[in-house]
């Protein structure tokens, strides 16, 4: 059991560096089963490798302690997870322009999701992260206060294209704490609404 001193701290700074190293590779693996044609493959990868060198850096940055520590592990699993699936649909969200890993003054954060279906006849627009929970995004946070962090309103229209906002209520937090959250877009039928696919995007939020 780890206790939040300096060394305790240090020590699984470098136990989840190392994890998150080596269970990239099972998401590698699992990408060139897939047999997928060069680029796409390629491209795969290639993010899953950034995650780790991005997540690896915020750890030893900015992980002074457990929970910290343990948002950044979270988020870089839920990230690499998110490549290795791929997006058959364009999805990106932002925050002030920023992409994947972002910094925000406490307050109202605005986030940017925009997404755009493969074809005439389809929509797309954000849905529940996990129906069975009754959970519409997946909030991780290492904040001072337990519930500094909290979805104010979302964006659900759908369309073939959208450009879609979510709000998140930071005003409680301090500098330095730590926010993730995945925003999932499913792409639907426009004739019966069945949901065709639907793909998770996380953002890693760093207050400033």
């Known amino acids: 059991?780890?206790?939040?001193?300096?060394?305790s701290v240090d020590e699984y700074k470098v136990t989840c560096i190392e994890f998150i190293r080596d269970i990239s590779n099972d998401y590698k693996d699992w990408v060139k089963r897939y047999n997928l044609d060069e680029e796409e493959s390629a491209w795969r990868l290639e993010m899953i490798d950034n995650v780790v060198k991005v997540s690896s850096a915020w750890i030893a940055r900015y992980g002074?302690?457990?929970?910290?520590i343990d948002v950044i592990k979270d988020d870089g699993i839920n990230k690499?997870?998110?490549?290795?699936?791929g997006y058959p649909f364009y999805l990106q969200v932002y925050v002030d322009g920023q992409l994947r890993y972002a910094e925000h003054?406490?307050?109202?954060?605005?986030?940017?999701?925009?997404?755009?279906?493969?074809?005439?006849?389809?929509?797309?627009?954000?849905?529940?992260?996990?129906?069975?929970?009754?959970?519409?995004?997946?909030?991780?946070?290492?904040?001072?206060?337990?519930?500094?962090v909290s979805v104010l309103g979302?964006?659900?229209?759908?369309?073939?294209?959208?450009?879609?906002?979510?709000?998140?209520?930071?005003?409680?937090?301090?500098?330095?704490?730590?926010i993730s959250i995945t925003v999932v877009v499913g792409?639907?039928?426009?004739?019966?609404?069945?949901?065709?696919?639907?793909?998770?995007?996380?953002?890693?939020?760093?207050?400033?």
């Open 1 to 7: 059991m780890y206790h939040s001193s300096r060394e």
């Open 105 to 148: 003054k406490a307050g109202m954060i605005e986030l940017e999701v925009k997404a755009r279906a493969r074809e005439e006849g389809r929509s797309v627009g954000i849905t529940m992260y996990n129906r069975r929970m009754n959970e519409i995004f997946q909030l991780l946070t290492a904040t001072e206060v337990s519930d500094a």
């Open 187 to 208: 792409e639907y039928d426009e004739r019966d609404g069945l949901e065709l696919d639907k793909r998770g995007f996380t953002t890693l939020i760093r207050i400033i």
């Open 154 to 178: 979302y964006d659900d229209r759908l369309m073939n294209a959208i450009d879609a906002k979510v709000i998140l209520d930071a005003s409680k937090c301090k500098e330095s704490d730590l």
């Open 64 to 68: 002074d302690t457990i929970r910290k």
């Open 80 to 85: 690499m997870a998110e490549f290795t699936a």
